[in-house]
Each structure stands twice: as structure tokens, then as C-alpha cells.
């Protein structure tokens, strides 16, 4: 098994989509991934007879002279995905091990200054990471199984939350699907603001008006009077819809309006065959909790992380929680 760069094309997203099959993951895809060009670095895993059997990806960004390795912009996960042909659960931890210990190898032997970036949900053995002294920390997601009914999953609702859905539609409130991503980024930007959160704007502008379509994304706005409130904005794969943005308008607010839109989104996700609602995540109280009251089911996934000294005693001081 090795590791090797791959120039991110069309034609590698050909080679991908034989690679996963059904499942798309719509976060390795060339579509989603060249929005962040050419700052984003693709690498294939291959096996002993050079075959593409899986990749991630990192987001590389050059400060001071140092390089910082991450995420992408709005991207929850870079991966890795891997294609294992073996049925026994043994045999499928061994090539999972395998994989997990190269990756390991790979970060660290990068020309990086910091390297934090999340791994998928499905992966939990992080003790190559460990073993090469990197710092895992678990973060969390909830998640919401389509696959039960709706009514089922209404009641799964904190009362909370399902009293601020029921006096939304009292109030005359209305949720509609929508097209025009500048109602989304201009509430977007607005939540952003209030909150005094930066955001990066020329990578949410690639998002919503370059790689957002009908077939890949959704938006919901709650409206009163034909003014928007509260949106969600989502994006989905041909298994998962994954909850990427959400705002609403301080001037104009309603308890209801938020938890009216993403409940919308949630049952337009299950309308359309899709099997799990991905809120992914918020290690910020308020958010968590908010997340948390529509019933998902909390679900860990891990975030890796390591920085050279002496920059590394200094993030201690300043991001004790992840480094």
C-alpha cells in the first residue's frame, strides 16, 4: 500500500465515482473539492498492484512562511476513504490499520508548521496517530436515522423544540424550498456579523453559487410576510444530507423560524431516500444544545492534531483544547 498525489481533474473524478460506487461521499468528489483550488492537495491510496483503492485530502495555507494543513473551508471531513474487498471484520480492521498507519507516517513526514484536520465518523482506531505523537481529540455530531418514520422522529424532539416548531406554524410562519442563494448568504453573513465570527466569503460564494445545484444541495427559508427569517442550507450525497449552513435575521426573529427550516430539511431528506441528517457537530454550548434538541443520535468522530515546537508550547496557551 502507498501513497501518491493526484492532480486534482475530471478525469480523477471518474476514477473516484468508479471507486465508491453508490455512495458518491460527496466531500472527495472533484465538484466539491475544486471549489478550493489550488490550495487543496489530493492523495490516492493505492495497493501492491497500483491500483486506487481509496484517498483524502488536506487544505494547505502558507502563514508567516510556516505551512498550516486543515480542512477545507465548510468541509467536516477529509476522509479517508478506503475500498476493502474482505467481508471478515478482522480483515477489514487489518487493511483499515494498514491505511490509518501510512496516513500517519505521511502527515508526519509533511513540511507542515500545524496540521489539524477530522477524520470521518467512521473511523475510530486513531492509534497510529497516537503512536507517531499525534493529539487526538474527540469531537461530536448529531445525527438523525432517516430510515424511521416521520412521526417517530418528530416525537424523538425535545418539547422544546417541538413547541417552537408548532408556534412558528401558529404564528403564520412558512417554510419554502428556494433557489436564490443570495437570500442564504445574506443571512449567512448576517449571523456571521452579529456574532462577530469571521467567515471566509469568497469560499462560501464558490459554495453557494458555483458548486450548489439540485442535485447536490437544498435550501430552506422560513418567512413571515414574504420576508425571510431563518434559513438552512444542506448538501447530500446519495446516502447523507449534511447540515453546512444556517442564519437568520436579527431584526426579524421568531423562535420557530430556525428549528421550522431545519425541520423541513429534515423531512425533505428523508422525502428523497436519504437515509441520515448529519447536523455535524459544535463544540459551542448554545449550538450544541440547540443541535441536540432534535433528536439526533450523538456520534463521535476525531479530530488529529500536532504542531512543531516551539510553535507547539505556544498553541498550548491558546488552543489548550487541541493541541
Not at 480542512?71 to 471478515?88: Q, R, V, Y
Not at 436564490?180 to 460564494?205: A, C, G, H, P
Not at 453559487?209 to 427569517?229: G, I, L, R, Y
Not at 515546537?309 to 493541541?323: D, H, Q, T
Amino acid at each position: 500500500m502507498k501513497i501518491n498525489r493526484l492532480n486534482l481533474s475530471p478525469e480523477i473524478d471518474e476514477r473516484f465515482n468508479k471507486l465508491y460506487v453508490d455512495s458518491n461521499l460527496i466531500f472527495n468528489t472533484y465538484n466539491w473539492l475544486k471549489n478550493f483550488s489550488p490550495n487543496i492537495k489530493l492523495y490516492g491510496i493505492f495497493d501492491e498492484g497500483n491500483n486506487l483503492i481509496g484517498n483524502f485530502f488536506l487544505y494547505r495555507e502558507e502563514r508567516f512562511g510556516l505551512n498550516f494543513y486543515r480542512n477545507p473551508p465548510f468541509t467536516p471531513m477529509i476522509g479517508p476513504f478506503l475500498k476493502i474487498d474482505a467481508k471478515n471484520h478482522v480483515a477489514i480492521m487489518s487493511k483499515w490499520r494498514e491505511a490509518l498507519t501510512l496516513i500517519a507516517d505521511f502527515f508526519d513526514n509533511l513540511d507542515y508548521a500545524v496540521i489539524s484536520v477530522s477524520l470521518s465518523r467512521e473511523i475510530v482506531d486513531t492509534l497510529p496517530f497516537i503512536w507517531k505523537k499525534f493529539k487526538v481529540i474527540p469531537a461530536y455530531t448529531y445525527i438523525i436515522d432517516l430510515n424511521e418514520s416521520i412521526d417517530v422522529i418528530y416525537k424523538r424532539m425535545t418539547p422544546e423544540r417541538r413547541n417552537d416548531i408548532s408556534k412558528g406554524i401558529r404564528d403564520g410562519l412558512v417554510v419554502r424550498k428556494i433557489e436564490d442563494m443570495r437570500i442564504i448568504k445574506s443571512l449567512v453573513l448576517n449571523t456571521f456579523s452579529r456574532q462577530d465570527k469571521k467567515i471566509n466569503e469568497y469560499y462560501l460564494n464558490k459554495v453557494l453559487f458555483n458548486f450548489a445545484n439540485d442535485e447536490n444541495s437544498f435550501a430552506f427559508v422560513t418567512f413571515k410576510d414574504n420576508h425571510p427569517m431563518a434559513c438552512t442550507f444542506c448538501i447530500c450525497d446519495k446516502e447523507a444530507c449534511y447540515y453546512l449552513l444556517g442564519g437568520y435575521d436579527q431584526n426579524n426573529k421568531h423562535h420557530g423560524a430556525g428549528p421550522l427550516s431545519i425541520w423541513e430539511a429534515i423531512k425533505y431528506s428523508k422525502s428523497i431516500g436519504l437515509k441520515y441528517f448529519d447536523f455535524e457537530g459544535s463544540i459551542v454550548p448554545q449550538i450544541e444544545r440547540y443541535f441536540r434538541g432534535f433528536g439526533g443520535q450523538l456520534t463521535p468522530y476525531y479530530r488529529i492534531n500536532k504542531a512543531r515546537l516551539p510553535l507547539e508550547i505556544l498553541l498550548k496557551f491558546y488552543k489548550r483544547e487541541l493541541f
